[in-house]
Structures are given as structure tokens and as C-alpha cells.
């Protein structure tokens, strides 16, 4: 199983960008999937996360600037950032709780985490 995030970049502030996050590999189901980020010299926070079924929970600092979004038909989840500013800066991480086939065996990991992406914005 593979999350494979992308769409980072360096954008000046007040710009947008398109993260994505795609989940492959002999995956059952998802059911949360989540975007952290980790600025440098700081601890990993949760930046929003999306249940199967829709329902969204979003940092404070990202409200009505950052939309997630996800496809199930995909495995794909999104995160469309407007009005992006300098402390947005850092890595973007995607993590999923999902269930996947290890064989004939099916196996649940509640912290299945994709590698980082780099979103820098300039002021």
C-alpha cells in the first residue's frame, strides 16, 4: 500500500495551490484520511481530516482558507489551499486509516502515512 502525495510547490502569498494524496495497493476500504503539516522546527499538527462519509474537521488556522475534498472511487483525497500565507510553509503529509489485503489476511492500520510534500510560500 502506497500514499503518494503531490502538488506542493512554492507560491507567493495570497496564492492557491492543489495538493492530492492517492492511495494504491491491495486497499479494502479507507476510512479517515487526513493532511498534517510540519513546518521546520515544529511538531507535526493536524492540518484537516475528512471521514469516509464526508464529515470534515479543519485546524483553526486553515478555516475558510483550505477545502478538503476526496474521491472515494479513487482513494484520492484533496486539499485546495486559498490565501495562502508565509506560515503555511512546511511539509504536507497525508495519512489514512485504512484496511488493506496482506495476502488472504485483512489488516487494519489506523496511521498509514504517505511521504511529505513541500508547500513554501514566499512573502
Known amino acids: 500500500v502506497q500514499l503518494q502525495a503531490s502538488g506542493g510547490g512554492l507560491v507567493q502569498a495570497g496564492g492557491s495551490l492543489r495538493l492530492s494524496c492517492a492511495a494504491s495497493g491491495s486497499i479494502f476500504s479507507i476510512d479517515a484520511m487526513s493532511w498534517y503539516r510540519q513546518a521546520p522546527g515544529k511538531e507535526r499538527e493536524l492540518v484537516v481530516g475528512?471521514?469516509?462519509?464526508?464529515?470534515?474537521k479543519y485546524a483553526d488556522s486553515v478555516k475558510g482558507r483550505f477545502t478538503i475534498s476526496r474521491d472515494n472511487a479513487k482513494n484520492t483525497v484533496y486539499l485546495q489551499m486559498n490565501s495562502l500565507k508565509p506560515e503555511d510553509t512546511a511539509v504536507y503529509y497525508c495519512?489514512?486509516?485504512?484496511?488493506?489485503?496482506?495476502?488472504?489476511?485483512?489488516?487494519?492500520?489506523?496511521?498509514?502515512w504517505g511521504q511529505g510534500t513541500q508547500v513554501t510560500v514566499s512573502s
Open positions: 495519512n489514512a486509516d485504512l484496511t488493506y489485503y496482506s495476502g488472504s489476511l485483512l489488516l487494519h492500520m489506523y496511521d498509514y
Open positions: 475528512i471521514t469516509s462519509g464526508g464529515s470534515t
